[in-house]
């Protein structure tokens, strides 16, 4: 089994040359991607947690739950009753007060906990945007947002979940990449994030993107099990999840066979940004790891195995990846790969502190769009939304990610 699961581990090759402009991917870089990588291999999908000092119950199925009671010698009904306390917003274990409180005790005795994490801080937006700042158990700090949108006739709430504290991959545009990387999150910690946008809005989830800190492909198992507890138990249509990814050699293919093995319908975004190799390894350090025809490929690769095409997401820098010239090399280049049915969700970038680049005029972004559409690339241009909270696309951060809070930092932040 462990042998199997060494085989798995995706190739990352360090880059010869360090990055060509800022952010350079060095050896730590690399270092952290295969921690991320490892980790993700040990990570239990059913909610153990690694230095959580006990059973976590929160991202366990009912039937899960069920064998959990049985085991400690409870009647399997008892398992359903925890599971409804945890869907009844229970944070502690104490809070699930449909079972006796001499389990209870017993519980917390034991070291099990629920999982749900502590509010530490929310930063709203003017326009209705939300920001929460999350404590872990061991400290750490993770940003989820809720984004609301009422449209005529329906209302819809949509969670940025993040996938790990920080990320290794440096992306030189993004505010996660340039706040290094501490560990990969649990498929309970994700879980949470839904579960606390859902409690703090007071409204039902109908969307949830995994485009907060982190890269999900680093830790795909722990994504895949907390999309499949989004779907089947809090009840979030598939079709309604999106998993973005910058890339990670060798996992996509992974991915998309567990998808298939699950019939989970979820949509896997596929953060390309330029339309050369050149282009791209010069924001993306990580591409020098991963050549972009090996990416289309894996892409094409994902429509065959699970019947859903991957869509694209592109971050418009401007005068770096944005000229109506380069709209239509990626139409060539989807096109020859097969992908030019695929959907590009165009991305102006969103100011971050310490990144040298400009978003581009609203008739730069536009051309760029048409460009695409004329060329018959299915293009929609993302409204952003929460950039006066910092909860724009890539504007998640928080300067104490690579260590757990201690009471200083604690100060520092309140
Ligand atoms: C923050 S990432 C998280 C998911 C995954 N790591 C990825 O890169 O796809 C989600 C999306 O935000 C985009 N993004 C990052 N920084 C951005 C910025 N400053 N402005 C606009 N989009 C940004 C990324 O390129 C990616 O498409
Ligand atoms: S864009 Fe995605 S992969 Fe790149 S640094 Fe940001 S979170 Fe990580």
């Known amino acids: 089994m462990a042998a199997a699961a060494q085989e798995e581990l995706p190739k990352i090759a360090i880059p010869r040359q360090p990055g060509v402009t800022e952010g350079p991917w060095d050896r730590a870089d690399v270092v952290a991607v295969k921690e991320a990588l490892r980790d993700s291999q040990q990570a239990s999908t059913s909610g153990r947690t690694a230095g959580a000092g006990g059973q976590v119950l929160l991202g366990k199925t009912l039937e ?130 839904v579960l606390t946008v859902q409690e703090h809005f007071g409204t039902r989830v109908s969307n949830v993107v995994y485009m907060g800190q982190g890269e999900p492909c680093l830790t795909w198992r722990a994504v895949l099990a907390s999309a499949q507890f989004i779907n089947a138990d809090i009840g979030i249509g598939a079709r309604h999840i999106t998993v973005s990814t910058v890339g990670v050699p060798n996992s996509m293919a992974m991915l998309a066979e567990a998808l298939k093995e699950r019939s989970l319908q979820i949509t896997l975004a596929v953060s390309i940004h330029a339309p050369s190799q050149e282009i791209r390894e010069k924001i ?98 993302r409204v952003t939304r929460g950039t006066d909270a910092a909860a724009a696309c890539g504007q998640l951060r928080n300067e104490f990610q690579r260590m757990p809070l201690d009471g200083s930092l604690r100060q520092q932040l309140a």
């Open 284 to 381: 993306v350090p990580s591409a020098k790891a991963y050549p972009f025809e090996a990416l289309l490929e894996d892409c094409s690769n994902f429509y065959r195995i699970t019947g859903r095409r991957v869509t694209f997401e592109y971050t418009l820098l401007a005068g770096f990846n944005d000229s109506p010239a380069q709209a239509e090399e990626l139409a060539r280049v989807l096109t020859r790969h097969g992908l030019r049915g695929s959907h590009v969700n165009l991305i102006p970038w969103n100011a971050v502190q310490d990144a040298q680049f400009k978003r581009p005029s609203r008739a730069a972004g536009r051309a760029f769009c048409d460009a695409l559409e004329k060329a018959g690339i299915p293009v929609s241009m």
């Open 64 to 193: 899960e739950l069920q064998e959990f009671a049985k085991a400690q010698g409870q009647p399997a009904y008892r398992g359903k009753q925890l599971y409804d306390g945890l869907m009844h917003g229970a944070h502690s274990v104490e809070d699930i007060t449909n079972v006796p409180s001499s389990w209870r005790q017993e519980l917390v005795r034991q070291g099990v906990t629920t999982g749900r994490s502590k509010l530490f801080k929310e930063v709203r937006a003017a326009d209705g945007t939300r920001k929460f700042l999350l404590q872990l158990h061991d400290g750490y700090l993770v940003e989820t947002v809720g984004i609301p949108l009422d449209d005529a006739d329906k209302h819809r709430l949509t969670v940025c979940v993040s996938s790990q504290v920080g990320c290794p991959m440096r992306c030189t545009f993004c505010a996660t990449g340039k706040g290094g990387f501490a560990r990969n999150l649990r498929p309970h910690e994700i879980v949470d994030q």
